[in-house]
């Protein structure tokens, strides 16, 4: 077992590092300027904003309204390390990942890049699935399970995590549960839990995988909700970017903006379209009416401004995970009236 856990996480970070390399390859290191826009996204639903920004063209829409011809270039990356990392190198303007990659980047670049928000890309509940049938809570999961997240210690999922532990053992435990997690893209970690058989009995996942998960795997259940850790519906993935971009691209960031808002709400009004885009884009193979079921879930929200977000930045503060404490959205996003009034 423990050669087999070996192989698998050499394999990954083999694997991660080498789709990094070949995803940023092309982007460069260049500077940001107006009318450059380079965006990172990650894997599943959480993402349709871009999806539908992207088929749609609405970036460049909403530039040429204001007089700009905007570049898009979107990249693939998995985990909230690799997305820091390109965003703090310039390889990209925006970096899409979870909330606590997020408050990790704001703490540690204040004085420098002065990394903040952008936007929230609405709200979605995020499911800790398990196909261990001993497995009935966090307090279940033993030295032999292994619970994938797409980055360990770092990823959102890895930070409510910690949330979790920290309120079943104390603060001072909150990073149990890291010495079993493993880092893995969504797509390979939501095979492993419905094919069974390997090291991985646990992921933190996002839709549609979680999804996948339980509908494909009769053995799978959940274990824990995010919503319920967080203390109800929450926006755990954003978007982000530095300051300098915020303020040198004026026109360039506000027509992203506009462009999610647009986004949202196309998908608001038109679900089955929506779905299309998504099913077009990432060439995913989930069944269409489990997507449209996600789409249409009364517990997720597409929107761009951000909900209940703070609390995940009080408590890593709280345990040590970052020096500065949030205490108003306004530290930690960008202005702008639609997303001042998040929390």
Known sequence: MT????????RNAVGLVASLALALASFGGARADEGQLRIAKQFGVVYLLLNVAEDQKLIEKHGKQAGLDIKVDYVQLSGGSAVNDALLSGNIEIAGAGVGPLF?????????QNVKGVASLGNFPYYLVTNNPAVTSIGDFTEKD?????????????RILQM????????????????ISVAIPHPEAAAAIIKGGTEISGHFGN????DQELAENPKARIVLNSYAVQGGPASST???????FYKTSPKTYKAFLDA???????????????????????SSKIDRDLLMKIIKNPEVTFKVAPEN??????????VGAIKTEPNAIGDYFFADPRIDTGS
């Not at 990790?104 to 420098?112: A, F, M, P, Y």
């Not at 979790?164 to 010495?179: F, I, N, P």
């Not at 999610?260 to 990432?282: G, H, M, R, S, V």
């Not at 977000?309 to 709280?318: D, E, N, Q, S, V």
């Open 3 to 10: 050669k087999q856990r070996g192989a698998l996480s050499r």
């Open 104 to 112: 990790t980047l704001w703490d540690r670049t204040k004085g420098r």
């Open 146 to 158: 292994r619970i994938a997240v797409p980055a360990v210690g770092v990823s959102v999922q890895s």
């Open 164 to 179: 979790a532990s920290a309120k079943q053992w104390g603060d001072k435990d909150y990073a149990r549960l890291d010495k």
């Open 207 to 210: 839709p549609p995988f979680q």
């Open 238 to 244: 954003v978007l982000y970017a530095t300051e300098k």
């Open 260 to 282: 999610l808002d647009e986004a949202a709400k196309f998908i608001i009004t038109q679900p089955e379209k929506a779905a299309e885009i998504y099913l077009k884009t990432t």
């Open 309 to 318: 977000t703070i609390g995940l930045g009080k408590f890593m503060h709280r």
